[in-house]
């Protein structure tokens, strides 16, 4: 294989932000009546806006409909990015190393606003050449839909893109899109052994991810 461009995950990747939304998704479920579950939080990883807004609305028992809940969730983590980003040690450098050798995309969980932010705040948006939200494909990971989007607009076969994640969700979105993965993983929320096993490399920080690795 042939790596001709190279897609990220943003969320737990490039930010430290998996706490903060299970921080904010949980006081908001408790808030409005609902039961947080002990695997919700590695539920949600990687599910797209309306698949999340759906789950807190209806299994965990928030009583708003999913699109108050969308939009109640997302105005906390925005206030929340307002004050401050989460980057991940060595994100800016990996970023920028990556993209002297290939052309980047963004393939996120987040929605198109936190996106938006999160990389207009950081300057990281001068190294991507496009970012798609899985608001704005079909479905959401571990779909591969927005794996494929990200391909189709670099004008790349997904079989000739690496691809950095760190969820369950993630890697196997990465994956089933037949790209090559390289993961990242947090160990507070480390992926399931049979995600993990389907990378190339894994990585247990970003100052490890050279266009050698990525290439290799």
Same mark, same amino acid.
């Given at each position: 294989m042939s =790596?001709? +461009?190279v897609v990220f995950d943003m969320d /737990?990747? @490039?930010i430290d932000s998996e706490p903060v939304w299970e921080k904010i998704r949980r006081a908001y479920v408790v808030e409005k009546g609902g039961h947080w579950l002990p695997d919700t %939080? %590695?539920?949600l990883m990687g599910m797209s806006t309306q698949e999340w807004s759906e789950y807190l609305s209806g299994t965990l028992g928030v009583r708003e409909p999913p699109e108050t809940v969308a939009r109640d969730v997302v105005a906390r983590m925005s206030e929340h990015y307002d004050n401050a980003v989460p980057l991940l040690p060595g994100a800016v450098e990996a970023v920028q190393r990556i993209s002297e050798r290939w052309p980047l995309g963004l393939a996120s969980s987040s929605p198109r606003a936190l996106i938006d932010a999160v990389l /207009? %705040?950081?300057g &990281? =948006? !001068?190294f991507f050449t496009v970012t798609f939200s899985t608001e704005e494909v079909d479905r959401g990971k571990p779909a591969p839909d927005v794996y494929q989007a990200v391909a189709a607009f670099l004008r790349r076969q997904p079989t000739d893109c +690496? +691809?950095?994640e760190d969820s369950s969700? /993630? @890697?196997r979105s990465a994956h089933a899109a037949g790209m090559r993965v390289i993961a990242a993983p947090r160990p507070e929320y480390p992926p399931a052994p049979d995600a993990l096993a389907l990378a190339a490399h894994v990585v247990s920080d970003l100052d !490890? &991810?050279?266009p050698a690795l990525v290439g290799g």
């Open positions: =790596i001709t +461009a /737990g990747v @490039l %939080q %590695q539920r /207009g %705040q950081t &990281l =948006i !001068e +690496a +691809a950095v969700n /993630g @890697l !490890e &991810l050279t």
